[in-house]
């Protein structure tokens, strides 16, 4: 009922509301309600009673002409004939009340107690309870089950599957590469000596700084995360070590005595930290991880390249050392990864921890070059796998083919019939040796190993591929350093004193330095070279004028086989003549006497041992303009200072005319030369089976 009223209450005073003056404020109109109040000018307010189902009539009763008047705003002109008291209400015909129930529910009440007079109807029956829902959770729970199941089953085929192929081992991978000092802001912001690099001409010059500056603090950095270490032996004698390469120690046996690779002992560098606090050297330190980015000349300072950006190391005195890099085929560059993953080259110790254990579990291996690194390689597995097998007999031998492009194996370096004589040591490893051949594309076989395609038509399927087929200078700090390069010999330009900008020097297999015995800038790929540069160069930082000139100088060994030692300028097109030790002709005779009756064939000329014994031990000399510009020792019995003396010789310009002369002063005593004839060279004609003489 009070919501009634109320409800009616709002919506009539909606409508009829009406202002009569700002001084009386609001009236309000009492349809809806039991009192209807109403104000006349004269009298006072007068309570007009609601009669139930009555309509009410407004009183005094409103004149039907008169205009409702309405204030719109407060400043809106009243009429003349304005009453504020005289508001006509509309009428209002209001609904009769429900019969009361208060006697009966009295009468109720005191005979009966509470209660209430309408009886209370019964409350309606419960509907029925919903039917239980579907178990769609016994569901759930058994399709993940057999799916769990179905899992686990196939997991199981997959692991089966893989043990019949052999993959079940557990898969190796090259460790992390791991900088130190770990964070940047522990590298020296300033140095005294700076070595970019940390390899053969990095350490030479070191130890030159040290013999010459007995106080000076040399700080290394290198791109590779371990101590400076020496290369040669990653194609030699680090593939007969029974385990595999150990950062920690990289140990290897040679002539039954252990020997390291790492140049220095970890322990004789400082911490970088303790290194920049020490004021007064002799002090060494080393951050390993670390890539040069640039050198600015002018302002003494190194950038090197951290994670956030660039960390200047400003120096006094800085030699850059970044060596080379192998020079990888092209059908390899643009190979997809499975076909790149079976290919590698040899330059750090990373790529030897890879090789090393890919060619352990490869079954056929191919080298790809005729180098001095891609023979020393063929050579020393051949000889891996013969050792491998008096260990164990019972082992797969591991099938290896050497193939190069020329007739000879170092065919830039060699005359063609000593390249030939040679590439016979190797096949007498058990090498198959492919010349004359070159690899002409690579793809991944179907069983998923790596088929290369020979330039003879035949295509190979292998393991594992080896590819030494030369290398190049690093020079990418060059660009940004705004260093110049040579164009022709490739490196950064330097003069006959290593330096390339003031107190910037360059020394090793990046620099191409000016020879003034010589006239010309030479750029040089060896070990030992590396260290003659490294050693000039740290001595000129320490304040001296010392000129480079130096011969080429390194060399090949393939064990007790053969000892080939380079000094000079050498090349295949060059002019040559060669001193050999023969066997006396009555011996000759025999043997090749005894082969034939032997086996009632003519032998191939190669296995004869005339043919064996003819390259046994000798010498070569090379010639420019009938001087001779170049040695090379065949074989010869190991005379420590043969090279010194080489180089002086050849600095003193000898004729050709003094041969002799030059052999007895190289060692080569007992002698008498032969010269043979560019046919007697050559091998006499093919084999043939069943020959017989009449
Ligand atoms: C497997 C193998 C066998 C070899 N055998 C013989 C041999 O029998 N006889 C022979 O005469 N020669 C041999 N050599 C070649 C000889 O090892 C090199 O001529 C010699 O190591 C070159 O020395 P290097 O100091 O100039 O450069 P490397 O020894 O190559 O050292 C370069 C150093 O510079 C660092 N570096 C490069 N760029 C940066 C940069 N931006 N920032 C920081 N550091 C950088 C590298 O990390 C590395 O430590 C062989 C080489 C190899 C790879």
Redesign the pocket.
């Given at each position: 009922m009070g919501t009634l009223r109320y409800y009616s209450t709002l919506r009539n005073f909606n409508n009829i509301l009406a202002v009569s003056n700002q001084n009386l404020g609001l009236v309000m109109t009492g349809a809806g309600h039991y009192k209807n109040y109403s104000k006349n000018k004269d009298t006072c307010c007068k309570d007009t009673f609601q009669a139930e189902g009555r309509s009410v009539e407004n009183w005094p009763k409103g004149d039907s002409t008169m205009q409702i008047w309405r204030c719109d705003g407060p400043q809106q002109p009243q009429p003349i004939n304005y009453d504020p008291y005289k508001i006509r209400s509309p009428e209002v015909v209001v609904p009769p009340l429900p019969p009361s129930n208060a006697k009966p529910m009295l009468e109720c009440a005191r005979t009966k107690g509470p209660c209430s007079v309408k009886p209370v109807a019964d409350p309606p029956p419960c509907p029925p309870p919903p039917p239980p829902p579907f178990p769609w959770i016994y569901v759930w729970g058994l399709a993940s089950f057999f799916g769990l199941m179905g899992l686990i089953y196939k997991l199981y085929l997959w692991n089966e599957a893989r043990i019949k192929l052999g993959e079940n081992v557990p898969v190796w991978r090259p460790r992390r590469m791991i900088k130190r000092p770990f964070h940047h802001k522990d590298l020296p912001p300033c140095v005294q000596y700076l070595i970019?690099?940390?390899?053969?001409?990095?350490?030479?010059a070191y130890r030159s700084i040290i013999e010459h500056d007995k106080k000076a603090k040399v700080f290394f950095?290198?791109?590779?995360d371990c101590l400076?270490y020496?290369?040669?032996?990653?194609?030699?004698h680090m593939w007969w070590n029974p385990d595999p390469p150990d950062i920690d120690k990289l140990n290897y046996m040679q002539n039954w005595k252990q020997k390291t690779m790492y140049l220095s002992e970890c322990h004789k560098f400082m911490d970088p930290v303790k290194f920049y606090r020490t004021e007064t050297g002799p002090a060494v330190s080393i951050a390993t991880g670390?890539?040069?980015?640039r050198v600015d000349a002018d302002y003494h300072v190194a950038w090197?390249?951290t994670l956030c950006g660039e960390q200047p190391i400003y120096y006094e005195r800085c030699l850059l050392?970044?060596?080379?890099?192998?020079k990888q085929l092209s059908m390899f560059k643009s190979a997809p990864k499975p076909v790149r993953d079976r290919v590698c080259t040899?330059?750090?110790i990373r790529d030897?921890e890879i090789a090393y254990r890919s060619v352990k579990a490869a079954k056929h291996v191919v080298i790809i070059g005729g180098g001095?690194?891609g023979c020393?390689?063929a050579w020393h597995l051949g000889r891996m796998n013969k050792m491998e097998k008096e260990v164990d007999p019972e082992k797969q031998p591991l099938e290896i083919v050497h193939i190069y492009k020329d007739k000879g194996i170092m065919a830039g370096v060699l005359p063609e019939y000593l390249g030939e004589w040679a590439a016979e040591k190797i096949k007498n490893e058990g090498v198959t040796v492919k010349p004359k051949t070159q690899v002409y594309d690579a793809f991944q076989s179907p069983d998923g190993r790596l088929e290369l395609t020979l330039s003879d038509g035949s295509s190979l399927v292998t393991d594992y591929a080896f590819v030494a087929v030369g290398?190049e200078p690093?020079v990418?700090?060059a660009e940004p350093s705004e260093l110049e390069l040579d164009d022709v010999n490739g490196g950064f330009l330097v003069n006959t004193e290593l330096e390339a900008r003031t107190h910037l020097y360059v020394?090793?297999?990046?620099?191409s330095f000016y020879s003034q015995w010589k006239d010309t800038r030479l750029r040089?790929?060896?070990?030992?070279?590396?260290?003659e540069?490294?050693h000039v160069a740290g001595s000129n930082m320490t304040g001296y004028w010392q000129a480079c000139n130096i011969e080429p100088?390194?060399?090949?060994?393939f064990e007790d086989e053969l000892q080939v030692e380079v000094v000079g300028e050498v090349g295949a097109c060059m002019p040559t003549i060669g001193i050999f030790k023969q066997c006396t002709t009555e011996e000759m005779a025999k043997k090749t006497q005894a082969v034939e009756s032997a086996s009632g064939e003519r032998p191939c000329y190669k296995k004869t041992d005339e043919y064996k014994n003819r390259y046994k031990r000798g010498m070569l000399m090379y010639l420019r303009d009938e001087t001779v510009v170049g040695f090379v020792f065949w074989n010869m019995p190991p005379i420590e200072d043969r090279s010194a003396v080489a180089t002086e010789i050849l600095r003193a310009k000898p004729s050709y005319k003094d041969i002799d002369l030059l052999a007895e002063l190289l060692g080569f005593v007992d002698t008498k030369c032969v010269y043979m004839k560019e046919e007697e060279l050559v091998e006499p004609g093919p084999c043939i089976k069943n020959w017989r003489t009449f």
């Open positions: 970019i690099g940390a390899g053969a001409a990095a350490w030479a950095i290198s791109k590779e400076p020496d290369r040669p032996p990653m194609s030699k670390w890539c040069v980015q090197v390249k050392a970044p060596g080379s890099k192998p040899l330059r750090t030897l001095s690194l020393e390689l290398a690093r990418e700090l020394a090793g297999d990046a620099a040089l790929e060896h070990y030992l070279n590396a260290q540069l490294g100088h390194f060399w090949l060994r």
